[in-house]
């Protein structure tokens, strides 16, 4: 396995960099999660605004109520100028007034203002109103305000006061501040602590993730590229756990690749030798179409067709190796004469195996004569190799082929009376030396049938083995021929 320029491990960071990497997970978890705790904190700079300005009103309101009750208890509810100011001053007002039975009542009055005031009624403000409340006193242009509230130590309908709101959007402004610095100190540390919380659980396992398959894709034979399993059970221990069997089913692949590599440049000496090899087979073989014997001369044509095959067969072999199979040239061919060939060539008249042949004369398929030549060789040769190798057999083996039309396609089924094929081999029946569990196989010849019958636009696939045989399907496209049969039942019995 060569590759156009030697690999290169990815360059090695020091833990603090890879930490707070500007362009990496962790700094960008950082800066997210200190602004999602600022944003979460701002948001709670709302309420909090609300609340206080509510309770400075109704602090002022309850002064303004206790201040009223004083001309209650006064002589003849005379008041004095001197003690009415205090009063006044003492709650931070400039009038209050009491609402009784429908009837507003002036208690205390230091001077009238000059224009009216704007209206902050306590008793049905909004809460969603309430929230911007404060802002907008803060950034106002500043005037008196009149407050409007339920009354809590005397009978009445309801009290108000009328101020400026010049102490009040100080006490706003200092109190924001308060918030800011105290939402600022907690959104650091909270952000902070999720970081480093996220950090330690995600970004880190993450990042040996990511750094294993940097350095597997560098080296794959680098033992240290291999992540390390932490034996967690959340979707992080899953994602170890998948990238160590992806890298070790690589791993296997890569090995097989060399080894196919490997093949492929032996075959690729021999292929002179044996072309050469065959060509003088091939004149031999014309030296021995001059006899006139007669054996020989009923011989020659499947020696003479045989050479052809493996002629063509060695003269593509490099170029099968660097792309895939040739496209198929397709034509009509009369299956039973292509059955006899392909049963000659897998022998099954020498190892008495009885061939039985359910295809008449007149059935035809649609398929490139030398890869289909191919399929059917390799699918007796391999029912006959199974049916040999069956230990302590008793019964004859048997072979039978089928011919059926299925949705505008044709269906051979090839069935034998072999062992089956064993459980374990059936998911990897079609992979390249992996189809067969005998020693003397390959493994190739299943699979290179399924490319092939895939290449004319079909597939084979198996369809029923077990102790009583096997049967595989064989389908092509097309139904040539008036002759071609229905299918009524095509699983085994």
């Known amino acids: 396995m060569a590759d156009a320029s030697p690999p290169t491990k990815p360059p090695e960071r020091p833990w603090r960099r890879r930490l707070f990497w500007p362009g990496g997970l962790s700094a960008r978890l950082l800066v997210l999660t200190v602004v999602i705790a600022t944003l979460g904190g701002a948001l709670a700079i709302l309420p909090a605004m609300a609340a206080y300005e509510k309770q400075w009103?109704?602090?002022?309101?309850?002064?303004?109520?206790?201040?009223?009750?004083?001309?209650?208890?006064?002589?003849?509810?005379?008041?004095?100028?001197?003690?009415?100011?205090?009063?006044?001053?003492?709650?931070?007002?400039?009038?209050?007034?009491?609402?009784?039975?429908?009837?507003?009542?002036?208690?205390?009055?230091?001077?009238?203002?000059?224009?009216?005031?704007?209206?902050v009624d306590l008793r049905s403000r909004a809460a969603g109103l309430g929230l911007f409340a404060p802002f907008q006193t803060l950034f106002g242009p500043g005037d008196r305000m009149r407050v409007v509230a339920e009354p809590r130590f005397r009978e009445a309908d309801?009290?108000?006061?009328?101020?400026?709101?010049?102490?009040l959007k100080k006490a706003l402004a200092s109190y924001l501040w308060r918030l800011v610095a105290i939402v600022a100190g907690v959104s650091a540390l909270a952000g902070l602590i999720v970081f480093l919380a996220l950090n330690l659980f995600l970004v880190r396992p993450m990042q040996r993730i990511t750094h294993?398959?940097?350095?597997?894709?560098?080296?794959?034979?680098?033992?240290?590229?291999?992540?390390?399993?932490?034996?967690?059970?959340?979707?992080?221990g899953r994602a170890e756990a998948e990238l160590d069997r992806m890298q070790a089913d690589l791993r296997v692949a890569l090995s097989s690749r060399a080894r196919l590599a490997a093949l492929g440049e032996a075959v690729a000496k021999i292929n002179h030798d044996l072309k050469n090899m065959l060509t003088g087979?091939?004149?031999?073989?014309?030296?021995?179409?001059?006899?006139?014997?007669?054996?020989?001369?009923?011989?020659?044509?499947?020696?003479?067709?045989?050479?052809?095959?493996a002629v063509k067969l060695a003269s593509g072999v490099l170029a099968y190796g660097k792309t895939q199979e040739a496209a198929p040239e397709?034509?009509?061919?009369?299956?039973?004469?292509?059955?006899?060939?392909?049963?000659?060539?897998?022998?099954?008249?020498?190892?008495?195996?009885?061939?039985?042949?359910?295809?008449?004369?007149?059935?035809?398929?649609?398929?490139?004569?030398?890869?289909?030549?191919?399929?059917?060789?390799?699918?007796?040769?391999?029912?006959?190799?199974?049916?040999?190798?069956?230990?302590?057999?008793?019964?004859?083996?048997?072979?039978?082929?089928?011919?059926?039309?299925?949705?505008?396609?044709?269906?051979?089924?090839i069935s034998d009376n072999g062992p089956g094929v064993p459980e374990r081999m059936r998911e990897r029946l079609f992979q390249p030396f992996a189809g067969s569990g005998r020693p003397d196989s390959t493994g190739l010849g299943l699979a290179i049938a399924r490319e092939l019958a895939q290449a004319h636009g079909g597939?084979?696939?198996?369809?029923?083995?077990?102790?009583?045989?096997?049967?595989?399907?064989?389908?092509?496209?097309?139904?040539?021929?008036?002759?071609?049969?229905?299918?009524?039942?095509?699983?085994?019995?």
């Open 212 to 236: 294993a398959m940097e350095r597997f894709r560098a080296d794959p034979d680098d033992p240290d590229a291999r992540v390390q399993l932490s034996g967690r059970r959340d979707e992080i």
């Open 57 to 119: 009103l109704l602090d002022r309101v309850r002064a303004a109520e206790l201040a009223s009750l004083a001309a209650e208890v006064a002589p003849d509810r005379v008041v004095s100028e001197q003690l009415k100011t205090q009063l006044l001053e003492g709650a931070g007002v400039e009038i209050v007034a009491v609402s009784s039975d429908g009837v507003r009542r002036l208690v205390f009055a230091s001077s009238r203002p000059a224009r009216a005031p704007y209206l």
């Open 158 to 167: 309801f009290i108000e006061f009328v101020a400026t709101d010049t102490e």
């Open 330 to 413: 397709t034509q009509t061919l009369g299956l039973a004469g292509a059955l006899a060939e392909a049963a000659a060539e897998a022998r099954l008249a020498d190892s008495g195996i009885r061939f039985a042949s359910k295809v008449t004369a007149a059935d035809q398929v649609i398929a490139d004569p030398d890869q289909f030549h191919r399929i059917l060789v390799n699918l007796l040769r391999n029912a006959r190799q199974a049916i040999e190798h069956q230990p302590d057999r008793k019964l004859a083996g048997r072979i039978e082929v089928s011919l059926e039309a299925v949705g505008g396609a044709s269906l051979i089924r």
């Open 281 to 309: 087979a091939q004149l031999a073989s014309e030296r021995l179409a001059a006899l006139k014997d007669p054996k020989v001369s009923q011989a020659l044509p499947r020696l003479e067709r045989a050479l052809d095959r």
């Open 459 to 493: 597939d084979l696939t198996l369809s029923v083995t077990g102790d009583e045989g096997t049967v595989f399907e064989l389908r092509l496209p097309g139904t040539p021929g008036p002759r071609a049969r229905t299918r009524k039942n095509v699983s085994a019995s």
